[in-house]
């Protein structure tokens, strides 16, 4: 195990906690990473346990990768059992770890050595750990994993929803936020219409304390979102954030090649339609027929990651029981389907992948934008429908609005495959998304692209404070 203290200088020393699901453990390894690299000691701290096996397959390799990286385990206290308010894993992983910064995570900040700088940390231990760390006087700076447009009514809700009753009702058409383009109600989380659900009071406990941080870095960039950035930054959305900072895409860690590269090497260019729905979202039974049958009716390569339930480990349905030999048999020399973690950035990154057909979870959103690649949007939960909103009005994707959210219909095999050919024969949106990838680029291109200068400043700054 590195220790910090084998660094020697006047690096800033920060630590990175990060949340629940590879969704926010992903893009906080790479945050640890592009601090690493830019001169910071880092401190990685590694909850424990887990709720996937893919997370904790992924901190090891991380560590492995990354030696010089300090590693401080942080063993969270049992988790609560299911309640009918709070039955999702990642959710009472996510209350479990909140109520063990309260009473375990402080000594172990106060041991680490160097004095830590910074903290940077997941949204959602926001209320938990700001009270320690203004103990402690220590910056903290909040990691968003969503899009600015979802952070923006994060950060609004508490005055959207008060006294236990939301301040918009289901028959209204918008939502308003000043600062931002009215949000259409269709696009806010169900779950926001009901504040006692533990969804919603966590995130206005935790948006609650927004204020509070020293930053707030997202995973966009400068021209992607430069409304809602100018909104944020600005005072219109809220009159007391902190400096909201764009930083992404974030840039990918080195990670072992992929197995499905070599199948991808043998595909023509730009020919393949990649199908993932990040880590935690699993298809009923006769979606995951209806999209076998989509993909076949497309006419189109494909290679599609598989997941039938919420967590891998439990995730042990065969794929030929969940969609038949015959379907198996047809597809052999056409597409693939995986029921394991791949690699997506290195998936999203070669040349045959021409269409990404995915749940828009924000991290998903920025690797396509990262490697230009299109995107048909089908968003299920949360967050996903304001994203799909952002990828729409970025140009570089498509959203079928009537597919509904995760549950509520099984969309036919007919719609998901004419959805796919168009997907993949649509010039203007590949046109857009290589110029999204153009702009990506240029975010850290050098010392001036906005993502660069963004990073560098909160290094720089903390630097200076040493
Ligand atoms: N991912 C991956 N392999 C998989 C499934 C997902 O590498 O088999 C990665 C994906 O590249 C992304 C993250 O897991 O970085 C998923 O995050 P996202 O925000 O897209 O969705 P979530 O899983 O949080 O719903
Ligand atoms: N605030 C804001 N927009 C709102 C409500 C609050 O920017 O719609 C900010 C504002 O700067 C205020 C702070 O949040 O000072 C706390 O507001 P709150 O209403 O919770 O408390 P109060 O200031 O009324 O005690
Ligand atoms: N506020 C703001 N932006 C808003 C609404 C309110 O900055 O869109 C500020 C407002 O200036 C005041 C504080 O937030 O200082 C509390 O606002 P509000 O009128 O909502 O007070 P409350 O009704 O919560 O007492």
């Known amino acids: 195990m590195a220790n910090a203290d084998d660094f020697s200088g006047k690096s800033p020393h920060v630590a990175v906690l990060p949340g629940a699901g590879m969704g926010h453990l992903t893009p906080a390894l790479r945050l640890a990473a592009m601090l690493s690299s830019r001169g910071c000691l880092v401190t990685l701290i590694a909850v424990k346990p887990t709720v996937s096996a893919a997370e904790s397959t992924t901190i090891s390799n991380f560590f492995s990768t990354y030696p010089h990286i300090n590693r401080l385990d942080f063993e969270i206290l049992p988790r609560k059992p299911p309640s009918s308010t709070n039955d999702d894993p990642f959710f009472i992983q996510f209350e479990a770890i909140s109520r063990s910064v309260v009473h375990l995570l402080k000594p172990l900040l106060l041991s680490s050595s160097p004095p830590l700088s910074a903290i940077f940390s997941d949204f959602t231990v926001s209320m938990t750990l700001t009270p320690i760390l203004e103990e402690l006087c220590i910056p903290n700076y909040v990691l968003s994993v969503t899009c600015a447009r979802f952070l923006s009514l994060l950060a609004y809700l508490p005055y959207l929803i008060n006294e236990n009753s939301p301040k918009f009702s289901e028959s209204d058409d918008y939502v308003h936020i000043p600062g931002l383009s009215p949000l259409p109600l269709s696009t806010i989380p169900p779950p926001f219409f009901n504040p006692t659900l533990f969804f919603t009071s966590f995130a206005i406990s935790n948006a609650l304390f927004l204020p509070k941080a020293k930053g707030i870095l ?7 979102e430069p409304d809602t950035l100018a909104a944020l930054n600005n005072g219109r959305v809220l009159s007391n954030l902190p400096p909201v900072h764009p930083i992404g895409p974030l840039e990918p860690y080195k990670l072992e090649k992929g197995e499905q590269l070599s199948w991808l090497d043998d ?9 993932c729905f990040g880590n935690r979202t699993a298809m009923s039974k006769d979606q995951i027929r209806e ?3 989509g993909l076949e009716r497309s006419g189109c390569p494909f290679l599609w990651v598989l997941k039938s339930s919420k967590v891998d480990k439990e995730d042990t349905e065969e794929i030929e029981d969940l969609l038949g030999d015959s379907f198996l048999e047809r597809i052999k020399n056409r597409g693939i389907v995986v029921k394991a973690w791949v690699n997506q950035e290195q998936i999203l990154a070669h040349p045959a992948i021409g269409g990404f057909v995915s749940h828009a979870g924000w991290n998903s959103v920025m690797e396509a934008a990262r490697y230009g690649v299109p995107l048909l949007a089908w968003p299920l939960h949360g967050d996903q429908r304001v994203i799909s909103e952002v ?48 702009e990506a ?13 963004a990073l560098m400043g909160i290094i720089e700054t903390l630097r200076l404070a040493e």
């Open 267 to 275: 595909q023509s260019v730009i020919s393949v339609v990649y199908v």
């Open 218 to 224: 997202v995973n966009t960039f400068e021209r992607f």
């Open 291 to 293: 999209l076998g049958d």
């Open 391 to 438: 990828v729409e009005n970025a140009g570089f994707g498509v959203w079928v609005r009537d597919w509904g959210w995760g549950g509520e219909r099984v969309v036919k095999g007919e719609e998901i495959g004419e959805k796919v050919k168009q997907l993949m024969s649509d010039e203007k949106l590949r046109n857009r998304a290589m110029e999204v990838e153009e």
């Open 441 to 453: 680029r240029k975010a850290f291109q050098d010392a001036n692209g906005s993502s660069e200068k």
